[in-house]
């Protein structure tokens, strides 16, 4: 005679399945975030990984104190020119940062802001507490 599957535990089993899977899609919305938009080691703008010595450069030069972004040298540059082309001054040797270049800036810097605004969402954050609450399998960031 074949073995009965109790419908109890069959049922329970699905909800614990369903429940991990939940868990799951939660951890990796999380690190998604965290690995994209918030790595310590990574130009924020092209991904290229930043030297050890950064804190030292950041000392030495006085326009890291008003970047609010962590870039690598030549986004940073470019960052500086984006600044200064909107205070009416720029590069004139770089003809290529042209409007279209004005705009991939300020749609950047936008775009910055809306993770920005996402991290702070009363969602996001519940969505961290509940990952807190459930387990220790987050990142460290």
Not at 33 to 52: D, H, M, N
């Amino acid at each position: 005679m074949a073995e009965i599957i109790s419908l109890d535990k069959k049922l329970k089993n699905d909800r614990e399945k369903k429940t991990e899977l939940v868990r799951k899609r939660k951890i990796q919305a999380i690190q998604k975030v965290f690995q994209c938009t918030q790595c310590a080691f990574k130009c924020e703008k092209c991904g290229t990984q930043l030297p050890s010595d950064r804190e030292k450069q950041k000392k030495a030069n006085h326009y890291f104190q008003r970047i609010p972004y962590q870039f690598c040298d030549g986004c940073q540059r470019e960052y500086i020119d984006y600044i200064n082309r909107l205070r009416g001054n720029g590069d004139p040797d770089c003809y290529w940062h042209n409007e279209e270049w004005l705009c991939l800036w300020k749609d950047w810097i936008e775009y910055q802001g809306s993770v920005d605004r996402y991290l702070q969402s009363k969602e996001f954050k519940k969505l961290l507490q509940e990952i807190k609450q459930s387990g220790p399998e987050l990142p460290d960031h």
